[in-house]
């Protein structure tokens, strides 16, 4: 199974972005799936999460500026990115844990770069 994250691009500061997150084939038992970041030089953070049963976490940076959620169409998930800022360049990785083994499938990155 491959996860295809798209919509990244160059916006500026206070513009929105939407990506997006398809699997190659249908994933069963999904416990839960996320968006996570890495900044130049920091590490890989979590930004969003959803569980199987809909319940979602966000990073405090990004509360209240960002929406994760789940499309029907192969495991589609989103992520809605509004007041983007500066600090929220990076690349984004979607992810998905499935199994009772918590198996992690990641995508391949997409980059989002916000001017000042």
């Known amino acids: 199974v491959q996860l295809q994250a798209s919509g990244g691009g160059l916006v500026q500061a206070g513009g929105s972005l939407r990506l997006s997150c398809v699997a190659s084939?249908?994933?069963?038992?999904?416990?839960?799936v996320g968006w996570y970041r890495q900044a130049p030089g920091k590490q890989r953070e979590l930004v969003a999460s959803m569980t199987s049963g809909g319940t979602t976490n966000y990073a405090g940076s990004v509360k209240g500026r960002f929406t994760i959620s789940r499309g029907n169409a192969k495991n589609a998930t989103y992520l809605q990115m509004n007041s983007l800022k500066p600090e929220d360049t990076a690349v984004y990785y979607c992810n998905v844990k499935a199994g009772w083994l918590l198996n992690d499938y990641w995508g391949q990155g997409t980059l989002v770069t916000v001017s000042s």
């Open positions: 084939e249908s994933i069963s038992s999904i416990r839960a």
